[in-house]
């Protein structure tokens, strides 16, 4: 497997658990395996899983998008 498929694996999972544990926590649910992060607070376990999307989206951009090489303009003779 190439290491970008696994970071848009990786990204998408972020996304996805992310959405659905935000829309659970506001319905009064939550995943059992993500309930760690409601133990400091509720605000601070809301941010966390907005972070998890917003991480996720941005991580599954960058694998689908990778920068483009640069050319070295200083090398000598060009």
């Given amino acids: 497997m190439r290491l970008r498929t696994f970071f848009m694996i990786l990204g998408f999972l972020l996304f996805v658990l992310g959405v659905l544990s935000l829309v659970l926590i506001l319905i009064g649910a939550n ?13 601070r376990g809301i941010l966390i899983r907005i972070f998890m999307i917003g991480g996720g989206l941005v991580m599954s951009y960058m694998a689908l998008n990778p920068p483009e090489q640069e050319v070295d303009d200083t090398t000598p003779g060009q």
């Fill in 31 to 43: 995943l059992s395996y993500l309930a760690w992060i409601d133990k400091p607070g509720s605000p």
